[in-house]
């Protein structure tokens, strides 16, 4: 079975400071990877995805994240957060199939931005 | 012009009573999907429905049931309700062989 792994619950960075996210997913093929970022009391929205072709994906918000298959990581990186980033951060993974299989979340990321 | 939306964004409820979460998706799309959240906000999901059939049912207990009256809605019916229901239920839809799933903004469950 499929998993995501988020190592780090809460991490804690400085408005203009840059920022890595880590994930890594368990998954005998290619999967299909996902961040996701919610704001306190809102749904989720998709950040970036990554299906295939290029490793470095870019995403909204100034987001990117990179793709290493040797190290089944995915990890979200932000040169220079704003305050407005402070959110949870969930990385998934589902199946390339291209069935409709739902989603398989890591425990999320709570982001906190110091002024 | 909301993409996914549910209704109600918070229930409070009794223990025992049946309850109803409305979504409905106005995207086109023909698969659609129940995950829960729980109070650590891991989520994990419960359905999904692909042309009016249940492809995934992960483990719930069987006081949930989702309907399907058409292919622009999925709703999420819940029995018996138990303390342990508590979370965070969210709708989202996808078009299968596209990939990216689309949430809606989520209802709070209480049941007290």
């Known amino acids: 079975a499929q998993s995501v792994t988020q190592p780090d619950i809460h991490i804690t960075v400085s408005e203009g400071a840059s920022l890595e996210l880590r994930c890594n997913y368990s998954?005998?093929?290619?999967?299909?990877l996902f961040w996701y970022v919610q704001s306190p009391g809102q749904g989720l929205q998709l950040l970036l995805k990554?299906?295939?072709?290029?490793?470095l994906v870019q995403g909204i918000k100034g987001f990117e994240a990179e793709f290493k298959r040797s190290q089944s990581s995915f990890n979200l990186r932000k040169p220079s957060v704003h305050w407005s980033d402070a959110a949870e951060y969930f990385c998934?993974?589902?199946?390339?199939?291209?069935?409709?299989?739902?989603?398989?979340f890591g425990k999320g990321t709570h982001l906190i931005i110091q002024p | 012009d909301t993409a996914v939306s549910q209704t109600p964004k918070y229930l409070v409820t009794q223990m025992g009573n049946d309850k109803s979460i409305k979504c409905e998706q106005n995207?086109?799309?023909?698969?659609m999907y129940w995950y829960k959240q729980d109070s650590k906000k891991f989520l994990k999901i419960m359905f999904s429905?692909?042309?009016?059939?249940?492809?995934i049912n992960e483990t719930v207990p069987n006081r949930f049931s989702p309907k399907s009256p058409d292919k622009a809605h999925l709703n999420l019916h819940i029995n018996s309700l138990e303390l342990g229901d508590s979370a965070v239920y969210f709708c989202?839809?996808?078009?299968?062989?596209?990939?990216?799933?689309?949430f809606g903004p989520g209802t709070r469950l209480t049941v007290l």
């Open positions: 998954y005998g093929a290619t999967p299909y």
């Open positions: 990554y299906f295939s072709g290029d490793t």
């Open positions: 989202a839809s996808s078009q299968v062989g596209v990939n990216e799933q689309f």
């Open positions: 429905y692909n042309n009016k059939e249940l492809i």
């Open positions: 998934a993974v589902r199946d390339s199939g291209g069935g409709a299989d739902g989603l398989t």
């Open positions: 995207l086109g799309h023909d698969t």
